[in-house]
């Protein structure tokens, strides 16, 4: 069934029957050909049902054409589980509802796309919550987790998955509908394949006895043992069978999930925290046997490494600080975040005191941090939660490969198991970094291979060895991550032959075809079998001229010292854009709905394409010549980027620092040097070199401002440029700030009044406030002239200087070199004297300390980067500094008028992506009576000329929608603050309110 016309036929009949989208595209097959593994197969077709119907139907036709099923939730996994050669059937996207809450008895059902996070949101009101809180909690989908048997932190207290599933409805390979529940209620075909396992059961019962894995964390095989459980913990309280305990765990290999019915649990009260600060990992796993005696619900472990590189990222850099006995000290060798839950608060500080205790006894005093407080605790649990996704930002070709990395054993065995463990990586030129779930003797361990080189082999040696040590020390091969690929072969090595061929058997009697999720736990492929991985020796990049300077990830590392090789020294044939594609692991983070920005156009549309993943898979497929002779320069290239608002929000929330928003220039320079600019892009790209002409000439912003005010003219600029008449455009301004402003006086004049007691600034004009709101400029300057600064706002007798941002939002890299150089030859002679430059537009400014230093400019942007800031930072900064004596320029010489105003901020993407929100609401904080609160959004959508594009304008305009126009709805008084230009411009088009920047809230609030 691989062959065009067949998987054509396949789309053919399953979108005629139904309102599925099907793919058969190489690029969409290619972004679910992977997961968060080392494996990569591209499957036949990708199908993304609306409802159930749809999967009813394309199971039926994929029954009839004979093509294996692959269910899929968030494409999480980390041993394979989700790739294949299969119809994808992807349920995220809509297959997600909450069915039903019965908080009385505590039960809920759920379609299985539904993502945890958003459950758990939803449960919050009855106080219940679903307790396996897996790491990916804001990603996994309850269908995932099922198939997977997915852990979370706290299972010493709640189990695994299979604990806490209490009915699965679910297709079977024939197309039925089967009910799976209680043995007892079972009827049809639930009861005649549980009865057959159950024959099974008992014709094993030995082998059950005596091989099946006694630890809590055991996922690998099917659950056989449900009739007899083998576990330390039972699967129900009352000891009764549930067949849905046999689909949980099998890996989309034996039904297709419909619905689940999930058990759950109160929402503890309270909950303490106390983090154990560790001179020797040795000693941290070691105390483990002896912290879980005091009933805690979780102990996770986190190595020096990790600490060391979370520290590296500015994410995490100050919460892992806050874990830390002294954090000018060495960083700890391990900590140990040991969690007390339940609802008398004082007995939780009590076992808090009794952790110290018993570390003291340990001989290990003034080892712990208390932490009693909710959010500090909250902070610390997300940096653990991302522990595996710092580990993955080591750049090079050696990354951390998941194949071992959850090996369960028993608590007394920890320490020993770990050191041998440790003596093995060594033996093979490697060295692991630990962390997770020590209470249940389940630590993820990554060894750093190299999987184009010598990678494959030194697995499966080391594999081979852990194994051995698992069977010492009586533990699970598979014990959290399930079998997938990875650890499928294991399954037979683990419980044996007969065993094995009891699981070949329940195989058979479900899918007597071998269409679900073929290779799945039955009949597994090798770990190491090259054909199916992502990076292999035969794994090679196309060469590339870079646009921007990709050099600092044209590196490799050294697995056991991770120290990296100088810039550009990666023999990475694409300069280091390759490498930097390839940072992206697919652990799907970027699927996110919280907080934070990343990724505005996936919280939209929820399509794999339009997420940073899908992008930097898309790219790296081209990159490596494997989207069938497309390039670098195709439509399926173009069409993955689109969305891409250039928001930088990855740049910051990637754990592993995928930067879209550059790699979007760096693909756009070279399509638009394949294809050519429109004449829209063109006039985007293009307008400051042309907005000073406009002004010279008499009458022509008059009449281009007649756009916006005669439809018909909109209209026409739809038509024939793409320029979407549902907006307003920029009003051009007669008087501009190079034209008007008297704040021209820069460095020979302030030398000449000898007024060098008083500090000289340069406000750096950008073309959209210099020309289009040129009143913010004059008021940022008269806010710092208040203040004592003596203002310089650049200019050039023809035109302006300009940052040269537009010609890189079309990949025009070249003529923003040029740009950038003349800018940075008039700036440095400011910069080298310590001259603060100022901005106000975000996008702009921060440029300069961003894409400013990929475009080979040398020292000169070095120096012009460390003195640029936003005009609130630059406030805050010298806020924060004594003055000294009267006459200094400071800002405590503003004097302003109070405000009984509400005052709600939104901050600009670049500003979060630099962490310059908070400056924002300092500066405000000045004005007496202020009490400013941030908008919580994503991205405004606007960003640039994106908003203003015909095709873009609806999608804009949801991103808006998300969260930022319903914010400002509901606050119709409030002073709205707005330092991006194109923000500001999105609340005027969807609420006609004027947002300000925040240099015209304090030159409002000035007293005379
Ligand atoms: C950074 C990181 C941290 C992680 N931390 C944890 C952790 O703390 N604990 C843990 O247990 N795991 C963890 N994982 C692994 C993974 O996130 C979990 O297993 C998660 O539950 C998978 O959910 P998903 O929606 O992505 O499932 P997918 O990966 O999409 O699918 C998982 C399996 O379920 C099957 N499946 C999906 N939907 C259905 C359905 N409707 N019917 C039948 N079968 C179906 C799939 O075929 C596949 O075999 C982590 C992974 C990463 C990348
Ligand atoms: S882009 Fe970043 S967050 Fe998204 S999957 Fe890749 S590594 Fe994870
Ligand atoms: S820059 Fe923004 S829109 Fe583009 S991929 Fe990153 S988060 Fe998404």
Redesign the pocket.
Known sequence: MNKPSETHLLAERIQKNSAAEVYTDIGSRGRYAT??SIYQTIPIAVCVPSCANDITVALQVARELQVPI?????????CG??TGPALVID??KHFRNLISVDAQEKVAEVE?GMVLDHLNAALKKHQLWFPVD???SG???I??????N????RSIAYGNMVHNVAGID?WLASGELASFGLMENAQGEALRLGQLVQQLAQKYQTEIDTNWPKVLRRVAGYNLDIFHNQNEKPYRPDGKVNLAHLLVG???SL???KSLKLQLSPLPQHKTLGVINFVSFHAAMDSAQHIAKLGPTAIELVDRTMLDLGRQNPEFRTVIETALIDKNAATPEAILLVEFSGDNHHALIQKLKDLVTLMADLGLPNSVVEMTQAQMQKNLWEVRKAG??IMMSLKGDGKPVSFIEDCAVPLEHLAEYTSALTDVFSKYGTRGTWYAHASVGTLHVRPILDMRRDGAQKMRAIAEEAAALVRKYKGAFSG???DGISRGEWIKWQFGNHLNQAFGEIKHAFDPQNQL?PG?IVNPPKMDDYSLMRFHPSYKVNPLQTSLDWSSWNVQNDPVTEAVSPAGTGMDPAQGFSKAVEMCNN???CRKFDAGTMCPSYRVTRDEQHLTRGRANTLRLALSNQLEGQALVSKTVKDAMDLCVGCKGCKRECPTGVDMAKMKIEFLSHYQKEHGLSLRDRLFAYLPQYAHYVTKIPGLPSLLNLRNRIPLLAFLGEWLLGISAKRSLPKWQKKTIWNHSRFRFGLDDWLAESFVGQQLVVLFADTFNGQFESENLEAAAEVLQAAGYWVYIPRKPEGHYCCGKTLLSNGLVDEAKVQAKELLDHLSIYAERGTPIIGLEPACILSLRDEYLMMGLGEQAEMVAKNSFTFEEFLMKEAAIQPNYSQLAHPNNLKFKTTQQEILVHGHCHQKAFEVVQPILEVLKLIPGANPKLIESSCCGMAGSFGYEAEHEKISMQMAEISLLPSIRNAPQAIIVADGSSCRHQIHDGLGRQALHIAKVLKMHLKE
């Open positions: 997961d968060a692959l269910p899929r939730g968030g494409g999480t996994s980390q589980q989700t349920n995220s299985p897996v790491s990916t990603q996994a989908t269908g995932g987790m099922a198939g997977n997915s852990c979370g932190s679910a099998s890996e989309g039904a297709y999930f595996l996704n959290e991550h399930g999720n799945k652990n799907g983070h």
